[in-house]
């Protein structure tokens, strides 16, 4: 089991920036960032393995890292828009070589927290 919880969420004015953080019980393989706007589906922000991986609506703007000594993993979110608002969960997996843009491919999730982005 992997428990993870998240922190960092808050509101900001466009342009502006927050950083999520998520601790994890344990080291896991996969780390990823999703998001889901109300009336939306979840979606794929970014993701770290071996290497990083974003959704094109976040290119250039966001950053995921993650520090194993500490099991966290971050995600630096830079020039904010209000369509950036949502919540925002963090998901892992204990397994390599997962499609990090699929959330089915995750087996354990925080309990998300809220982004909000005014104009």
């Known amino acids: 089991q992997v428990q993870l919880v998240e922190s960092g969420g808050g509101l900001v004015q466009a342009g502006g920036s927050l950083r999520l953080s998520c601790a994890a019980s344990r080291r896991t393989s996969s780390n990823g960032w999703f998001r889901q706007a109300p009336g939306k589906e979840r979606e794929f922000v970014a993701a770290?393995?071996?290497?990083?991986f974003y959704a094109d609506s976040v290119k250039g703007r966001f950053s995921i890292s993650r520090d194993n000594a500490k099991n966290t993993v971050y995600l630096q979110m830079n020039s904010l828009k209000p369509e950036d608002t949502a919540v925002y969960y963090c998901?892992?997996?204990?397994?390599?070589?997962?499609?990090?843009?699929?959330?089915?491919?995750?087996?354990?999730w925080g309990q998300g927290t809220q982004v909000t982005v005014s104009s």
């Open positions: 998901a892992a997996s204990l397994t390599a070589g997962i499609d990090t843009r699929r959330i089915d491919d995750y087996n354990y």
């Open positions: 770290v393995t071996w290497t990083t």
